[in-house]
């Protein structure tokens, strides 16, 4: 991939766009490499982050009907007024939909989250890097049908030019820079919510530290930017 198409090496909101491949329960089910929880709330994190900062997402399902169900609620609801492309293929680069959603984002790097690691995840992302584009492997919110199928998944296409890297990652790459206000509340809620050991810092700097009262929807510390890059 050009290191041309990121900010030096980083990703932006406007140099990026977010693939969710078969997020869907009888995909869910099928996952043994991660906790099923822990997934679905790396997804979630992932899906905020990419809606807060006005990422460009595409949605898509494979046999929504006939095997797999409907994407997660939780994924749909963030993004309801988009429909998710169906598709019959394993390999969602056969979607001649999604071929032509990708291209309308107009942009050249992917992070793209895929349930089945081994098929969901490798086939697209192999063929996107072999059109030119930047692939970005969301791993945690990512899954395969044993830990060595999804390891193998992410080895092959580390090989041949992507990029792992976890869904906060992705929320703290998009942040950056703690002196930006813009998003900085919705940011927090998203890391008291789903960030586990962090959003209880977080929670607990807010209430003990800077006094705010205990409230899950409305206290964000108010912390001079630092230097060090944590909260």
């Not at 041309?4 to 693939?19: F, Y």
């Not at 822990?38 to 006939?66: C, H, M, R, W, Y």
């Not at 977080?202 to 108010?222: D, L, N, Q």
């Amino acid at each position: 991939m050009s290191a041309s198409s990121t900010d030096k090496g980083l990703l932006t909101p406007g140099n990026c766009a977010v693939i969710f491949i078969d997020h869907q329960p009888q995909m869910f089910f099928g996952v043994a490499n991660i906790d099923r929880q822990d997934l679905l709330n790396n997804v979630l994190v992932l899906a905020k982050a990419a809606k807060i900062f006005g990422v460009p997402v595409i949605l898509t399902a494979v046999e929504s009907k006939g095997f797999s169900g409907n994407i997660t609620p939780q994924l749909l609801d963030l993004f309801p007024d988009q429909a998710p492309i169906e598709r019959s293929s394993m390999n969602a680069w056969d979607s001649k939909e999604l071929v032509a959603a990708v291209k309308k984002t107009g942009r050249k790097n992917f992070l793209i989250a895929a349930l089945w690691s081994e098929a969901c995840l490798a086939f697209p992302s192999l063929q996107m890097l072999e059109e030119g584009c930047g692939v970005y492997a969301v791993e945690d919110a990512s899954g395969g049908t044993s830990k060595t199928a999804h390891d193998a998944a992410i080895r092959r296409i580390e090989q041949a030019g992507a990029v792992s890297v976890t869904a906060l990652q992705v929320l703290l790459e998009f942040q950056r820079d703690w002196a930006r206000k813009e998003h900085y509340d919705e940011v927090m809620a998203v890391v008291k919510e789903h960030c586990g050991a962090y959003g209880q810092g977080v929670e607990y700097a807010c209430t003990m530290v800077h006094k705010a009262p205990a409230s899950r929807k409305h206290c964000t510390p108010k912390i001079q930017s630092t230097t060090d890059g944590h909260r």
